[in-house]
């Protein structure tokens, strides 16, 4: 049997940087890319209906619930499976983010998620998340500048929305430096990749020759 392979999530607000991020560091590591919500059949239906701006108005224990659903099926078709194998795994988005968002965020008991979360996960953690960070009014622009001010339920829910949850994925990374990185998300888009990159191969040492 191979050795398992390891989980690094890359995580922020919207508007961060982490999918280039995620997209350049998997290149790098030679990683399997993934992402949260929608990686699985059953998942694209889900972010239909968490981030459609057209879908029908949710609770936000639904939402949460609905969330934890997709990382439920994420983890059990994708994630596991790949590590199980051998293979490195680099998703754009895990575990921290229904903390932040849905916790921090929207306001329910992050405690609970965190149960709720661990539950979904069947016991698959982050080896390393990679909080990639920037003020709010510069994922705000960012997101204009894309025309993406508005493009999901999420992205719509304004400047304090964003605070809550960039003050949420900080505190988590407060709590365990161990297993956090956080980096500067206005450092230049190439430089920021080398700098993840080292800091894994640092922490978790070198990934196998291909883990696609």
Do not use: N
């Not at 998942?43 to 949710?58: E, F, H, I, M, T």
């Not at 016991?123 to 990639?132: F, M, P």
């Amino acid at each position: 049997m191979p050795p398992r392979g390891r989980l690094i999530a890359l995580e922020g607000i919207d508007g961060c940087g982490k999918s280039t991020q995620a997209r350049g560091l998997a290149a790098a590591l030679a990683a399997r890319l993934t992402f949260e919500p929608g990686a699985t059949p059953a998942g694209a239906r889900l972010r239909q209906l968490l981030l459609a701006s057209d879908a029908p108005a949710l609770s936000t224990r639904a939402e949460a619930l609905l969330m934890v659903a997709d990382r439920a099926e994420h983890v059990e078709r994708v994630i596991e499976p790949a590590l199980a194998a051998g293979a490195w795994v680099v998703s754009d988005r895990y575990a921290a983010s229904t903390v932040a968002y849905q916790g921090y965020g929207r306001g329910l008991d992050p405690g609970e998620l965190a149960g709720l979360v661990a539950w979904a996960c069947a016991g698959v953690v982050a080896d390393l998340s990679v909080l990639v960070d920037v003020e709010v009014d510069v994922a705000a622009a960012r997101l204009a500048a894309a025309g993406r001010h508005a493009a999901d339920r999420m992205e719509g829910l304004g400047p304090e929305f964003a605070a809550r949850v960039r003050q949420g994925f900080l505190a988590q990374a407060d709590t365990d430096p161990e297993h956090w990185l956080v980096v500067d998300g206005g450092e230049e888009v190439t430089a920021l990749t080398a700098r993840i990159v080292a800091a894994v191969r640092a922490r978790l040492g070198d990934p196998p020759a291909a883990s696609r």
